[in-house]
């Protein structure tokens, strides 16, 4: 009997499971809201240079007519060079000695620098990162580069907290970092600069990915096999509620550090659950701690109204059964070294690390790209979020039904596809309705790759394999940001970037074996061979593997 036995007889996902999923879930909507907070913090506005001139020019003083004061104001303005790359509309400006010299022809005028500053246009955002700090020409590729640093706590977090839960447990690291995205969130609505800020955002996105991280990881240990599925997907349900949540936010609050601000302190709600929650008895076995395992069995055994198996209810009992069970006793440790020794599982790892590279790449570029996209900038992030709703289900129903390979397959190149249309459209509601349907087949994707990795990786390195396919997945967020401001060179830019490498991971997919209703690797050997055109042995008996195609040989 192994560990998993237990879920036969207390039930796989009863009301016990679904108490406590339902309380782990709600971490996603501040994740979902925080990881792409950016949107909104650092929204581009008009701006232009301040001139100490040109705010005392009286156009009564002048006897101008309001139609002439306003051609007048507006020649102020200069015609951007389209041989260089400098916005001269916005970074230059015309060099006034005196008031009267408004009054003279523009080839008479010397053009310098913003010396006094900039004017920004605040009728839509009353305060971003950008206006308060200036990050604008030369400063410009700040606001992108404090996204990617946050993506950089992201990638740290995903490290940290797996490696701090083998040892102090999934329950207290989670909740230690949804405290620290409460405090460190609410700090940052106080930045005095922007390096600060930078910092406070970085410690955001680790402890945002932390509490997200360790909250998949109780739900999926806490149900059987046959439910791990739907609780590690559907949690990402909660992820685009929360995209959805920051849209109507951002409506209402125009101010980054007031949005910023009462984004973070509604996480102390979820501090609320830490009774309620319990530790992953899976986690308390591994330690040994067999009375608080035993403990946790009986009281989940009790609520769905089952009978505990008699070598779970004791603890002498279920330690025996632990030491038979390789699951969660396993003697050798594996590191990532051990996906790149063998050819065909080399092969499979790169393969899978590329497309949870190319899912996040396109996922992050397509959120954050939203405030672009040639409409009202809060229906764009509703819409964002609102896709993942039906987005979550039918990528479900089609992994069961025609299988995982194919289905990411299919959605990537449909993914791809509408990215690469949105090169031939102009902004707007048409422009943004194909975005939407690449965001929404990218969701599918993306969703299914967590479970088509943990499917393909033997037993021994499957954390390990899942692990850095997650750091690639962080990897590609960091550059996400980057990606977009090269897009102010040239627009199309991101798109072709987001479509040609959709296209090319979704026909590499499928080079790898379809993993639906077939028997899955436990052993380095099994790895290897998964996916094989022949059988091998197993313990001395016929071991059955499956071709390219999926079919059983």
Request: proline content about 4%; hydrophobic content about 45%; overall charge neutral.
């Amino acid at each position: 009997m192994a560990f998993d036995d237990v879920f036969k007889s207390v039930g796989d996902f009863g009301l016990y499971q679904k108490r406590v999923y339902a309380l782990l879930i709600t971490i996603g909507i501040p994740v979902g809201i925080h990881l792409l907070a950016h949107v909104f913090l650092a929204a581009e506005t008009d701006h232009w240079c301040k001139n100490p001139a040109i705010d005392l020019f009286n156009c009564s003083k002048y006897a101008l007519s309001t139609e002439d004061c306003i051609d007048t104001i507006a020649s102020f303005k200069i015609t951007d060079n389209p041989d260089t790359f400098i916005d001269e509309q916005h970074c230059r400006r015309y060099e006034f000695e005196d008031e009267a010299d408004v009054l003279t022809t523009n080839e008479t005028w010397s053009i310098g620098e913003c010396s006094d500053g900039w004017v920004y246009d605040r009728s839509q955002y009353r305060s971003t990162i950008i206006q308060d700090w200036n990050l604008v020409c030369d400063d410009a590729a700040k606001s992108a580069l404090s996204s990617s640093i946050m993506f950089c706590g992201v990638l740290t977090g995903s490290l940290v907290a797996g490696s701090f839960a083998d040892h102090i447990g999934r329950k207290k690291v989670m909740y230690i970092c949804a405290t620290l995205v409460a405090i460190t969130g609410s700090i940052a609505s106080f930045s005095p600069n922007f390096w600060f800020f930078c910092l406070m955002r970085f410690c955001v996105g680790a402890s945002c990915m932390g509490s997200y991280i360790m909250a998949f990881v109780i739900s999926t240990e806490m149900v059987g096999p046959k439910s791990r599925s739907f609780t590690g997907v559907t949690i990402e349900l909660f992820y685009a509620i929360g995209n959805m949540l920051y849209a109507l936010l951002g409506y209402f609050l125009r101010s980054w550090r007031h949005l910023q601000l009462v984004a973070s302190i509604p996480v102390v709600l979820f501090l609320l659950t830490y009774p309620f929650v319990p530790e992953s008895p899976r986690w308390l076995v591994s330690q040994r701690r067999y009375k608080e395992a035993t403990d946790i069995l009986k009281k989940m055994a009790k609520t769905n109204g089952t009978d505990l198996p008699p070598e779970f209810n004791d603890p002498v009992k279920l330690a025996k059964l632990v030491k038979k069970d390789n699951t969660i006793n396993i003697t050798k440790r594996h590191t990532f070294v051990d996906l790149f020794r063998t050819p065909n599982l080399r092969k499979k790892s790169l393969n899978l690390f590329f497309n949870w590279m190319v899912n996040s790449l396109v996922y992050y570029g397509l959120s954050l790209g939203t405030n672009a996209m040639g409409i009202n900038d809060y229906i764009a992030m509703f819409l964002s979020g609102a896709v993942g709703v039906p987005a979550i289900p039918i990528c479900l129903f089609t992994a069961n039904k025609y299988g995982r390979g194919k289905s990411i397959s299919f959605y990537m190149i449909s993914g791809g596809i509408a990215c690469f249309t949105t090169v031939f459209l102009s902004k707007g509601t048409a422009f943004v309705s194909v975005a939407m349907i690449g965001k929404f087949c990218i969701i599918c994707s993306f969703s299914l790759i967590y479970v088509f990795s943990a499917e393909q990786f033997p037993t021994p390195v499957r954390g390990v394999g899942v692990g850095c396919g997650s750091v690639n997945a962080r990897i590609a967020g960091i550059l996400a940001p980057q990606i977009l401001f090269i897009g102010k060179i040239w627009e199309p830019f991101p798109y072709v970037i987001f479509s040609v490498m959709s296209l090319a991971a979704g026909l590499l997919i499928l080079l790898l074996p379809e993993t639906l209703n077939t028997q899955l690797p436990e052993t380095l050997e099994d790895g290897e061979n998964f996916g094989k055109k022949k059988t091998f042995e197993k313990n001395g008996k016929p071991y059955e593997t499956v071709d390219q195609k999926g079919t059983k040989v």
